[in-house]
């Protein structure tokens, strides 16, 4: 109470000097004080006395206590007794269910309470000394305790997770809280309704940096009307996920409190709705961890770019996680666990999950165990949390009183009656990839018809193909089940887009093009990558000589017919001939029919990579004579030599790498190579980006163009052009 003033007192003034977060409340202590402040009488259980004096018929008929003088006067002393008082004398002295809910239905008495509460939670000290500091705080005051939606919403959302710790109900409200609050308030509209309440009320309560620090945190945090108003504008524009509009304000702290820019926000829905977006309709973007591809960066973690170019171990992961989630509206935090940390989200449905670790079992976040956090989670998703806390308020307002345990015995009854979903305290999303090696994320192709597309036709003489109009696919199968080819997604801007899966060793798409001469084409391919160094290799055929034949000397156990000589002279990228594992000397030998000019070979061994020496020879008279020989072969492998004339060529291996069991896609000859190039992609941070033109070579009529993805990280890809040189 201020110097002079008189009136009854309940809380004595304990305060914190602290950052405004929600902090434990003082024990509750009743003074009386006398007119003169020299005079203090001895404390006594005034409340206790108020509410034998008007619990009868009287006191229940009498109007609540008027707010607007304590808020003019900024003395919330007297008005905190009134309110206590008032709401004592309403409760009946036996005490039940249906009594209680009768009181609670009540306009008057469910304002009443949340007024005590929150004037006791704010603290007397903290309230004077905010509503002392401008007339822009007396009227945000004026409006927030005349508002109950307003007042309970914040009180719900400042209630703690941990049940025990709302029990106590030893928590409260910090000056600075109220600080951010009435900033935001000042907004245009103020946000005092519907989803631009509960996220000015969270914004409010945890301001954006306060969660907990990671990789990709390294722009300093912007301020809390920044956030709400980022937030607000996201949520308006149809940015965020359906799920936030069923977000309470507690849920959302969990949203408003990232460390990340605004910017990376922008950017990660962005990035997924461009590379991944078959992500958006389950609201699952948490996947995209699976493709963080861990190792030990090289590229600082300056923002979520870098982290999701770079990678990392399980920190960075987790960092990341949380970050998406949080850039779509749903609520996320990090997790601790031994030697490990992951993530914690809210699903769609409302559920809290714990992802890329162990279960809940062996989870610490928000300085609870996860048993407790999802025990205090599955409570405050009941539909009846509003009310036992409202019960626990009114408990609170009975401090001294008999009554005061009838009404706990009533609240405990209440929570304990509203049944909630048992959760699988061991269950975990992705386990399998915690510190794994290889993440193992499937992307399903899209089944129906996609949106149509508006983009501008191609200028003239650019022959312009979409990327799902392939005429062939495939892959080698990945590891951990995936999809072994190339899935079509739904495009987010309409039409349809390719997507080369992350790890696979060789994946590939064809596509029929009618080819109007044989010449040099410039080709540019649309992309979306999020990681540095990748590459596609492009591959034609119709230019070298076509073989009528050809022979092994080993084939892998012995399954000529899918692993034959044959398959390496196909035209097939699908197809391959193969030798047994531990051999390392084979040939591959091809019969071009009669005497043929030759001065060009092309090999493709791609994934598999095993040769470590080889020779290449052709036959002219009566005997092999070597071309070449080396000690690698790889993918898109070409080699010019002097024109020879030969009517039979053969590779031999001589070494294998590991072991062994050379592979061979793909072995040709001729005088004109078949056209190939190798794409860089442009790391344009999951965004749709040009890459640099490359020259190829394609012979004119119908000819198959083939793409390839070896180990790639995920590579989306949307068109790409073609244009004759001197064009």
Same mark, same amino acid.
Not at 144 to 153: F, N, Y
């Given at each position: ?175 600075? %809280? ?151 509206? %749903? ?193 540019? %391919? ?142 040709? %000859? ?58």
């Amino acid at each position: 109470m201020r110097n002079g003033a008189s009136g009854i007192g309940t809380i004595s003034a304990l305060t914190d000097a602290g950052t405004g977060s929600i902090l434990d409340d003082p024990p509750s202590e009743v003074i009386l004080m006398h007119p003169s402040p020299a005079v203090r009488l001895l404390a006594i259980p005034v409340v206790a006395v108020l509410c034998s004096w008007l619990s009868g018929p009287i006191a229940a008929a009498e109007a609540p206590p008027d707010v607007r003088a304590a808020i003019d006067n900024a003395d919330f002393e007297p008005l905190l007794g009134q309110l206590s008082a008032w709401l004592c004398g309403r409760v009946p002295a036996a005490a039940t269910e249906e009594s209680l809910r009768t009181l609670l239905d009540d306009p008057a008495f469910g304002l009443a309470i949340a007024q005590r509460q929150f004037i006791a939670k704010a603290g007397l000290p903290e309230l004077t000394a905010f509503s002392e500091g401008a007339k822009a705080h007396r009227e945000f005051l004026g409006w927030l305790l005349s508002d109950r939606d307003a007042l309970e919403e914040m009180l719900l959302a400042a209630t703690p997770v941990k049940i025990v710790a709302r029990e106590e109900n030893r928590w409260r409200i910090g000056r600075e %809280v109220l600080g951010r609050w009435r900033a935001i308030d000042g907004t245009t509209p103020p946000p005092r309704k519907g989803v631009p309440l509960r996220l000015a009320i969270a914004t409010a309560l945890r301001p954006p940096g306060t969660g907990s620090p990671g990789s990709g945190q390294k722009h300093p945090p912007t301020g809390p009307v920044e956030r709400f108003e980022y937030f607000r504008d996201a949520h308006a524009a149809g940015e965020l996920f359906p799920s936030f509009d069923r977000l309470t304000a507690w849920d959302m702290q969990y949203v408003v409190n990232s460390g990340a820019s605004e910017a990376d926000l922008t950017w990660g829905r962005q990035m997924v709705r461009t590379w991944m977006p078959n992500l958006l309709d389950s609201e699952r973007v948490v996947e995209t961890t699976s493709q963080v591809w861990r190792r030990n960066s090289p590229i600082p973690h300056v923002d979520y770019k870098a982290v999701l170019d770079g990678g990392g171990k399980c920190g960075p992961r987790s960092s990341w996680s949380v970050f998406i989630c949080q850039a779509f509206g %749903v609520p996320a935090c990090g997790v601790g666990q031994p030697a490990h940390a992951c993530v914690a989200f809210r699903d769609k449905t409302g559920i809290w999950q714990v992802a890329y670790g162990r279960g809940w079992n062996a989870s610490h976040l928000e300085g609870m165990s996860g048993p407790e956090f999802v025990a205090g989670t599955l409570s405050r998703s009941k539909a009846e949390f509003p009310t036992v806390e409202r019960l626990r308020w009114l408990a609170g307002a009975l401090a001294n009183d008999e009554r005061q345990a009838a009404v706990m015995a009533v609240t405990r009854g209440v929570d304990q009656a509203a049944a909630s979903a048992p959760i699988d305290l061991d269950a975990s999303g992705r386990a399998d990839e915690a510190d794994a090696d290889r993440p193992t994320l499937t992307v399903p192709a899209t089944k129906g018809d996609a949106k149509p597309e508006t983009a501008a036709p191609p200028p003239a003489g650019v022959i312009r193909v979409a990327a799902a109009d392939f005429a062939a696919q495939g892959g080698v199968h990945a590891f951990g089940g995936q999809y072994p080819g190339v899935p079509v997604i739904d495009s987010h801007g309409g039409g349809r887009q390719i997507m080369f899966q992350a790890l696979m060793p060789t994946s590939w798409v064809g596509y029929d093009i009618d080819v109007p001469t044989s010449g040099d084409y410039r080709l540019t %391919v649309k992309t979306a990558a999020v990681n540095s160094g990748q590459t596609l290799f492009v591959r034609s055929f119709g230019s070298l000589a076509k073989p009528v034949g050809a022979t092994v000397s080993n084939v892998f156990h012995g399954m000529e017919k899918d692993l034959g000589a044959q398959m390496a002279i196909d035209g097939d990228p699908g197809t391959r001939w193969a030798a047994n594992e531990g051999v390392d000397q084979c040939t591959l030998e091809i019969n071009l029919g009669s005497p043929t000019k030759i001065s060009t070979c092309m090999i493709d061994e791609r994934a598999f990579n095993r040769v470590s020496k080889y020779m290449v020879e052709y036959r002219a008279d009566g005997e092999w004579k070597t071309l070449f020989e080396g000690d690698n072969i790889g993918i898109g492998f070409a080699k010019d030599f002097a024109p020879v004339t030969a009517s039979r060529v053969r590779l031999q291996t001589l070494d294998c790498r590991e072991r062994g069991g050379p592979t061979i896609w793909e072995f040709g %000859v001729g005088a004109m190579r078949d056209g190939q190039a190798f794409i860089e992609v442009p790391c344009g941070n999951g965004l749709w980006t040009e890459s640099e033109p490359v020259t190829i070579r394609l012979a004119g009529g119908r000819r198959r163009i083939w793409f390839f993805a070896p180990f790639q990280r995920g590579v989306a890809m949307k068109s790409f052009d073609l244009v004759p040189v001197g064009n």
